[in-house]
Each structure stands twice: as structure tokens, then as C-alpha cells.
């Protein structure tokens, strides 16, 4: 319970301070064409989030209120599905082959119900993909699941394999399949025409996960080769720490800046469009690092005096009399590691960038 107050605590106040932002404030951003039309093309979410905007501050507005703030859909599905699936972590860890049956069992139960609510409701009543299965709990299962299957293989072998040609061999095959499962879906789509199908539209985002989840383990155990040196480079720890007040924050800077152009945009080539995307990006995260510092950052440290601790991150009173006692007879200059009951420190997990999930 306390994981999910976590959770909620270290999402909403950014959340809800930009919400502000989008519903009350854009309006006054720029000035031009577009400002001056009452009902311009952004106006509907505005209006929306009047109305709905404590479906956002609940995470459920990928059902209700989908126009506001309209990229948010995707924390509410992440959101349900970390309260849903917290029971299979823990049926994973104290009943690891019951666990593994029942995390399969919901893999399977996502993919028949992905395919046959597209096929309902987009293919024969002709509903709106993306504002339907596309937002659906239930259609996003699939991929969650396959990670923290993943993650839990590379809990019980501890991110370690052995060491012989058949390994090498595997992890070979394994790279060569991964690949293709992310290529597939990417690229295949863009010569032949599977959007239509109900069964591409259940499969096609858990595919896409497998090889990205290929990844993470080759990484995690030893056989990412440059493709881990890269992910694991310094460099993108500090706007790892971004990337979610960035993602929060773009849409707004993109409206402004199309809604206060007073003249057609040409994309003329290339360049063009590498230029606004540079831009975007290098705005998104000063953007986000100024909302971080006003909005997150503090209810971060304000959690450390309201919230009670989680389990396992608490000192006793004896260990932190055995500290002081240590501190005060530091013999020779000798230093000892202060005494608590956390457990011994795992082994290094190197950096991938981002995690919120």
C-alpha cells in the first residue's frame, strides 16, 4: 500500500501543476491568428479539462475526460496497471511457478480480449481506435507483463549466466531474434497494410516489448556489448531524471509555438523537420527542469516528513545507538560502515536511462 501512495505522491504534484498550467494559463501564452479564433483547435481540451480534470489527478482518464491534457492517458494505464498487477509480484516471489502461470495466463487473456475488442468496436461499429482499445487497461497488459516477467527471470538468476559456447550461441540467436520482433513491428506496418487486422492489433505492442525486453537482459547480463555501453553512458543520467516532467511538458510547448506561428508552416525538407524536433526537445527538458524544481522536487522532500517510511528503509534505535557509538570511537581513522537493517547491497545494475514505471 505504501508503494502506491509512493507512487501516487511522486507523480500527482507535477501532474496536477501542469494541468493547471494547460487549463488556465495557455490561453495567455501568445498572441496571434489563432488566439484571436474562439474555437480553435485547442480549445476542446481546454474545455474538457474544465470539466474532467479530476479523472487525470485519479488516473482514470483514459476512459473519461480523454481530451484533456490528452498524452496523459498513458500515466493512467501505467498507473492501473502497477495497483492490478502488484498481487502477481507477490505471487511471483513467495509462489514463483504459480506466479509464472497466472502472469501467462493474463498475457494470454490480454492478447484474445485486445483482439476481439478492436474487431467489436473499431472494425464492425466502426469506433475510433485511438479513443478506444488503443487507451484500454486490458490491450496494454500485454507488454507490462512481459517486463516484469523479464525482470523476474533476472531476479532469480541474478543477472548472471553461464559461462560456455552454448550460452554465447543462445545469446547470438537471441539477439538476432529479438531484433527482428522490434523491426517486424516497425517497419512492416509501413509496406503492408496489418492495422486492420484484429490479431496484428493484439500482438503488435507485445512483439515490439519482447525485443526491447531482449535487450535489457542481454544488457543486464554481460552480453550487450556497445549497444549497453551506450545505454549505460553518464551522460544520460541527468535527463533520465527529466524525462518525465519533459513528457509532461512538450505538448504545451508545441501549442504555443504553432498556435502563435501567423503564417503557413513549409516543411521544406529534411533540416526542417530535424530543426523543430532539436528544438522541441532542448525546450521540453528546460521546461521540465524549471516545473521539476517548482513542483516535484519539493513534494519529493515533503514526502520524507508526512509519508511513513517503506519497509526495509528504516534504521532501529539500536543500530543507530551502535552508529554514534562508531562515530565517536573511530579508531585510527579507521571508518566503519554505519549498522542498519537493510540488507546487504545488491551488485551494481548499470543504467539505462529512464524509469518511472
Known amino acids: 500500500g505504501l508503494h502506491v501512495l509512493h507512487r501516487y505522491w511522486r507523480l500527482t504534484p507535477l501532474l496536477a501543476f501542469l494541468l493547471m498550467i494547460n487549463t488556465c494559463l495557455i490561453e495567455y501564452m501568445g498572441s496571434g491568428p489563432w488566439w484571436a479564433i474562439h474555437d480553435n483547435w485547442i480549445m476542446p481540451g481546454i474545455r474538457e479539462c474544465e470539466t474532467y480534470w479530476w479523472a487525470n489527478l485519479l488516473y482514470i482518464n483514459n476512459y473519461v475526460g480523454l481530451m484533456c491534457f490528452g498524452h496523459t492517458w498513458y500515466l493512467a494505464v501505467d498507473m492501473q496497471l502497477y495497483v492490478f498487477l502488484a498481487g502477481v509480484l507477490v505471487l511471483l516471489y513467495k509462489m514463483p511457478k504459480a506466479g509464472v502461470i497466472i502472469a501467462c495466463c493474463l498475457l494470454g487473456v490480454s492478447w484474445l480480449l485486445g483482439g476481439i475488442l478492436y474487431h467489436f468496436i473499431v472494425n464492425v461499429n466502426g469506433g475510433d481506435y485511438t479513443q478506444t482499445t488503443y487507451r484500454y487497461m486490458i490491450t496494454r497488459m500485454g507488454p507490462y507483463i512481459i517486463g516484469m516477467l523479464i525482470g523476474y527471470l533476472l531476479f532469480r538468476t541474478n543477472r548472471k549466466v553461464p559461462n560456455t559456447s552454448k550460452t554465447r550461441m543462445l545469446m547470438v540467436l537471441g539477439?538476432?531474434?529479438?531484433?527482428?520482433?522490434?523491426?517486424?513491428?516497425?517497419?512492416?506496418?509501413?509496406?503492408?497494410?496489418?492495422?486492420?487486422?484484429?490479431?496484428?492489433?493484439?500482438?503488435?505492442?507485445?512483439?515490439?516489448?519482447?525485443?526491447?525486453?531482449?535487450?535489457?537482459?542481454?544488457?543486464?547480463?554481460?552480453?550487450?556489448?556497445?549497444?549497453?555501453?551506450?545505454l549505460s553512458w553518464s551522460g544520460w543520467l541527468p535527463l533520465s531524471r527529466l524525462t518525465y516532467t519533459a513528457y509532461l511538458v512538450h505538448p504545451i510547448i508545441m501549442q504555443v509555438y504553432y498556435m502563435s506561428r501567423k503564417g503557413a508552416l513549409l516543411y521544406s525538407g529534411v533540416d526542417s523537420r530535424w530543426f523543430l524536433f532539436l528544438s522541441f526537445t532542448f525546450m521540453a527538458f528546460v521546461c521540465g527542469f524549471a516545473a521539476s524544481m517548482m513542483a516535484e522536487v519539493p513534494f519529493l522532500e515533503l514526502e520524507k516528513f508526512v509519508l511513513p517510511k517503506r519497509r526495509g528503509r528504516e534504521v532501529t534505535?539500536?543500530?543507530?545507538?551502535?552508529?554514534?557509538?562508531?562515530?565517536?570511537?573511530?579508531?585510527?581513522?579507521?571508518?566503519?560502515?554505519?549498522?542498519t537493517h537493510e540488507p546487504a547491497p545488491e551488485p551494481r545494475i548499470q543504467h539505462y536511462g529512464s524509469v518511472s514505471t
Not at 192 to 216: E, H, T
Not at 319 to 338: C, F, I, K, M, T
Open 317 to 339: 534505535s539500536e543500530a543507530r545507538e551502535v552508529n554514534s557509538e562508531l562515530n565517536r570511537h573511530d579508531v585510527e581513522g579507521q571508518q566503519y560502515q554505519p549498522l
Open 175 to 230: 539477439w538476432i531474434v529479438g531484433t527482428t520482433c522490434a523491426l517486424v513491428t516497425l517497419i512492416t506496418p509501413s509496406y503492408v497494410n496489418l492495422n486492420d487486422y484484429a490479431a496484428w492489433r493484439a500482438l503488435d505492442r507485445s512483439i515490439f516489448a519482447a525485443g526491447v525486453a531482449w535487450v535489457v537482459y542481454a544488457c543486464c547480463v554481460g552480453y550487450g556489448g556497445i549497444i549497453s555501453e551506450f
